[in-house]
Nanobody, 121 residues
């Protein structure tokens, strides 16, 4: 059973960088053909894909957020990390990490429970 767990600060000040870590257990983030994703859901809105890190380490980002987003990984800890810079209150959302079997798939076979991030001074 694969499990994903998000961790990071729940409150971030405007203009700062949001940093979240997803710890994966029960499966390796380097295992072939899996794509590890960050998604979020703002209040009253649908799920929004932020970016993906592939099993090989390649990354893909949402065009609308690409200039502010960076995803990296630590294979020794089986973790991958999201950094979102220059945050504003519009970045307030529940952030999830998830796994899919396709680069552009929104069919997540495993997803973390989510972590609330509020951007406020």
């Amino acid at each position: 059973q694969v499990q994903l767990q998000e961790s990071g600060p729940g409150l971030v000040e405007p203009s700062q960088t949001l940093s979240l870590t997803c710890t994966v257990s029960g499966g390796s983030i380097t295992a072939n053909y899996y794509y590890w994703k960050w998604i979020r859901q703002a209040p009253g809105k649908g799920l929004e894909w932020l970016g993906t890190i592939k099993y090989s380490g390649s990354t893909f980002y949402s065009p609308s957020l690409k200039s502010r987003t960076s995803i990296s990984r630590d294979t020794s800890k089986n973790q991958f990390t999201l950094q979102l810079s220059s945050v504003t209150p519009e970045d307030t959302a529940v952030y999830y990490c998830a796994r899919a079997t396709g680069a552009w798939s929104t069919n997540y076979d495993y997803r973390g429970q989510g972590t609330q991030v509020t951007v406020s001074s």
